[in-house]
């Protein structure tokens, strides 16, 4: 016997919680993560050291002092989160937590392709004797996550327990492009984009069949639905200024650069939405059941602020740099699931709760050295450079006692790199880098004395991030 009620409470429940997978969104990994090896190695301070194809993303005016006629940069990269999210009693169940520890059943590591590229107009031949294009220099840096891992389930709620910024499996495309224009010997201007994809999953005009005398060999058992998957493409700028003074003593040794890039919202299931749902009856209009008079899906997935970073980079002597950068991170504008800001109810009265702007100090420093070995293929080895780096990123989440748990704590990051310069004739210089860095969280433990669903929970662990890459440079 037909029970349509039944039978539209099961699609409705349905469309709830059914996931979804995507394979197509940003903003990008590189502000938690890096954006190569060298820069990941020294502690992200890379905004007046900008030496290589990161320098498109870091600080694109830095792509002007580097002077190749192309350069080519591939990697791989291996991120591993071990979040743990403890609760005082046993929390809610929902599709991304259910259990008292965050790390215990579910594989939130983020692992892909890093590819970046530069050229120095002036040093290609046919741009050389130009004198506006033998000015100018390209880059750009890329990550791509493996896309089977590019998928999550479908729903979030504001009120389940969600760490932000730590699973980056869900960003299959981290890109940016950018250009440099040599002013002077001394001063350089650069500017680029982040692209930015959002999946856009549109049914509005679908319909599901619900037939009263079900067919047994249909599998789907009278039901269909129709989801329309497809992609927008928006872009965030990036500016940067790269200036190196020609002032005594400090010609060569000290450079400083400054760089804004804009902030990328990134989302998932976003678009129109209207799913009606019908009874057939052959040779006449199908009896509705369910109208849908339609809306708008907006379903947050990841935010990376709008930043400035000053920065400054010093060689005192022959081999030794030093990086100091200073980033200032709008994430006051920051926006959760459903497009809405953080929330508290404070003596029952809803009020907007919003994220804090941070300040994030860095530092980095690289030492290299002529090895001067003797042998054969070992002579060939020009170049062996130690790196290591520091950053401290206050939480820019508020107080999460109340309706939203949003989970974060403050982190401390250290990392450490190796280089490798190898002079091979066939190509040029071939540089074999690879680092490793760990975020260390400092304990943050919530009250959530205003949360009606859970207790006071505690939050701890650590990132362990590495990578390697070859770089051939012309």
């Not at 502690?43 to 080519?72: E, K």
């Not at 981290?174 to 982040?194: K, M, P, Q």
């Not at 029952?348 to 420093?365: I, M, N, S, Y």
Request: net charge negative.
């Amino acid at each position: 016997m037909f029970r349509p009620l039944g039978a539209l409470a099961l699609v409705m429940a349905f469309l709830a919680a059914s996931g979804v997978p995507v394979f197509s969104q940003t903003p990008l990994p590189f502000d938690e993560l890096g954006a190569g090896p060298k820069a990941a190695a020294m502690g992200q301070a890379f905004a007046a050291v900008a030496d290589d194809g990161s320098s498109a993303y870091y600080n694109p005016a830095g792509l002007g002092q580097i002077r190749t006629p192309f350069g080519l940069t591939l990697g791989y990269q291996y991120a591993k989160p071990r979040i743990k999210v403890k609760f005082d009693q046993e929390p809610v169940m929902n599709p991304y937590l259910g259990r008292s520890e965050f790390n215990q059943t579910e594989d939130f590591s983020t692992r892909g392709l890093y590819v970046a590229v530069v050229s120095n107009f002036a040093d290609v031949p046919a741009f050389r004797d130009s004198p506006i294009s033998n000015r100018l220099a390209i880059g750009f840096t890329l990550f791509t996550n493996l896309p089977e891992i590019n998928q999550f389930d479908n729903p979030q709620r504001p009120q389940d327990p969600y760490v932000f910024k730590y699973n980056e499996r869900w960003s299959l495309l981290s890109f940016a492009l950018s250009g440099a224009v040599r002013i002077t010997d001394w001063l350089f201007l650069g500017g680029g984009i982040l692209p930015r994809v959002d999946s856009l999953q549109d049914t509005r005009g679908s319909w599901i069949t619900l037939n009263g005398a079900l067919d047994p060999n249909d599998p789907s058992q009278g039901f269909r639905l129709n989801l329309v998957q497809t992609t927008k493409i928006n872009v965030s700028p990036i500016a940067g200024l790269f200036v190196r003074p020609p002032l005594g003593f400090l010609e060569g040794r000290l450079s400083l650069g400054v760089c804004y890039r804009g902030e990328l919202w990134g989302f998932y299931g976003t678009g129109p939405t209207g799913v009606d749902v019908v009874i057939e009856r052959p040779g006449q209009d199908p009896i509705v059941i369910f109208k849908d008079p339609g809306g708008r899906t907006v379903d947050f997935i990841g935010y990376t602020p709008a930043q400035v970073t000053g920065g400054l980079a010093f060689a005192p002597f022959e081999g030794f740099l030093a990086s100091f950068d200073l980033t200032w991170k709008r994430y006051s504008e920051f926006h959760f699931f459903w497009d809405i800001p953080p929330i508290d109810v404070v003596e029952g009265t809803q009020v907007e709760h919003p994220f804090r702007d941070v300040w994030v100090p860095r530092v980095g420093l690289r030492y290299a050295f002529q090895p001067g070995f003797e042998g054969k293929k070992t002579s060939r080895i020009r170049e062996i450079a130690l790196m290591a780096g520091y950053y401290r990123e206050p939480s820019p989440v508020p107080d999460m006692s109340g309706t939203m748990n949003i989970l974060d704590a403050d982190q401390n990051v250290a990392s450490g790199g190796v280089g490798l310069l190898y002079d091979a004739t066939w190509t040029g210089c071939v540089k074999l880098e690879a680092f490793f860095q760990i975020h260390l969280f400092e304990r943050n433990r919530i009250e959530n004395d205003r949360d009606p669903l859970f207790g006071p929970v505690t939050v701890s662990g650590e990132v362990y991030n590495l990578g390697a890459a070859l770089s051939i440079v012309y």
